[in-house]
């Protein structure tokens, strides 16, 4: 057994209870700025965060008796506690969404029956391998999030603070359900073939699910031939703003043996964080 990297810092994340006051009416077009068909994309990808939530906090947790030192474990509890105050908040957030939009529906059905057979059938080890190579794409999508003001930038400011909250408790336990795999999996050529299999599958299985769930969200939504929506939304994702685009190379990172989360070391973001819990209050009140 190999104990969690130890030339990477160990942040400890830290639960934090907060509640949105999301507005459903403005569900379809809460990005002002980004339009419709960006609006759909994030709507969608919160689709299926509740439960996906929910798996990674079951994989990390069947290795939880495998890990003696005493910080990572305090990390997998605080984990846990985010990634549960992220599905109840996306949960929150989802509910007018899959009201108005069957395909919405259809996906979060195929993907919560997609992961409880996983969960059933597939090695344990599948499911941590998996929640590792997904926690990597939250992480980058954060990353995108919290590097480009422009990101969440024209948008209704609950809706954002809800993706910033996000985005910055995910760059905060990004290395956790991957120091977990380390200590149980160790750094042998098993353990590489086993996280790159997991990326692998993980990458064609999501963009294999979502793409068509995401098309066939904006023909319910009537966007589907907004093109100045579909400019927009290539402008925020691949072209000058490029959320995703920004993120191919950490994105293929993963494939490097010696590879750990904190290689890209960002968490100078995470120093916004006490800004970002002062700007939430004054949102709320
Ligand atoms: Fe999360
Ligand atoms: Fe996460």
């Keep these: 057994m190999s104990q969690p990297n130890k030339n990477t810092p160990m942040l400890m994340p830290t639960r934090r209870d907060i509640q949105f006051a999301l507005d459903p009416k403005i569900i379809s077009e809460w990005h002002y700025s980004g339009g419709p068909v960006f609006t759909t994309f994030l709507n969608i990808f919160s689709t299926i965060l509740p439960v996906g ?16 030192d ?3 474990k305090k990390a997998v509890t605080a984990f846990i506690g985010q990634e549960a105050m992220h599905g109840r908040e996306h949960e929150e957030y989802n509910s007018a969404f899959l009201a108005k939009t069957p395909a919405a529906r259809t996906f979060e059905w195929g993907v919560t029956k997609l992961l409880k057979s996983a969960t059933k059938h597939a090695p344990k080890s599948f499911g941590l391998s998996s929640t590792i190579a997904l926690e990597h794409f939250t992480a980058l999508l954060a990353d995108g999030v919290l590097s480009d003001p422009l990101v969440t930038e ?16 995910e760059t905060e336990h990004k290395a956790v359900a991957y120091d977990v795999w380390d200590v149980v999996m160790g750094k042998g050529a098993g353990a590489y073939l086993g996280r790159s299999a997991g990326f692998v599958t993980a990458t064609v299985i999501f963009w294999g699910l979502t793409i068509p769930a995401f098309i066939a969200a904006l023909r319910n939504e009537g966007q589907i031939t907004n093109w100045d929506g579909w400019r927009n939304f290539f402008r925020y994702t691949m072209g ?5 685009r920004r993120q191919i190379g950490n994105y293929l990172d993963y494939f ?11 968490r100078e973001y995470l120093e916004q964080i006490d800004q970002f819990l002062t700007d939430q209050e004054g949102l709320a009140a």
Excluded: C, M, T
């Design 256 to 266: 490097r043996p010696d590879f750990h989360p904190w290689d890209h070391d960002n």
């Design 240 to 244: 000058d703003i490029g959320l995703l």
């Design 53 to 68: 939530e929910r798996f990674f906090i079951d994989s990390v947790r069947a290795y939880r008796d495998k890990i003696e």
């Design 154 to 169: 024209g948008a209704d400011p609950q809706y954002a603070a809800l993706w910033r909250w996000h985005a910055l408790e």
């Design 70 to 72: 005493p910080e990572l």
